[in-house]
């Protein structure tokens, strides 16, 4: 276990394209991460009129976790920059 950091130091996105508030911990198997929605969080422009977050961007948060995890991996085995994910590189989903 570690301090929070923030995720964009794993990620090849940049704001306003990060989605994750911190990442609590990586490991070797897995990350965890942690989103705040609200009224004041970076998800705030994507919440629907009751204040909710519309489902499908539970995708892009679990595609970022994952990023988390592969970029901590990336940087601690093989010193590597965060690299571009499958579905983000590809030209054609």
């Given amino acids: 276990m ?3 950091l923030a995720a964009v130091s ?3 996105h940049r ?3 990060v989605l994750l508030d911190e990442v ?3 490991d070797e198997d ?3 991460c942690r989103v705040r929605i609200g009224r004041d969080s970076v998800l705030r422009p994507f919440l629907d009129a009751a204040g909710a977050l519309p489902a499908w ?3 892009e948060i679990l595609a ?3 990023g988390v995890w592969s970029g901590w991996h990336g940087a601690r085995v093989h ?3 965060p690299q571009a994910g499958h579905a983000a590189g590809r030209p054609r989903i």
């Fill in 30 to 32: 897995s990350a965890h």
């Fill in 79 to 81: 010193h590597e920059a």
């Fill in 57 to 59: 961007y539970g995708m």
């Fill in 64 to 66: 970022q976790t994952i």
């Fill in 2 to 4: 570690f301090e929070p």
């Fill in 10 to 12: 794993f990620l090849p």
């Fill in 15 to 17: 704001a306003p394209m």
């Fill in 24 to 26: 609590i911990d990586v």
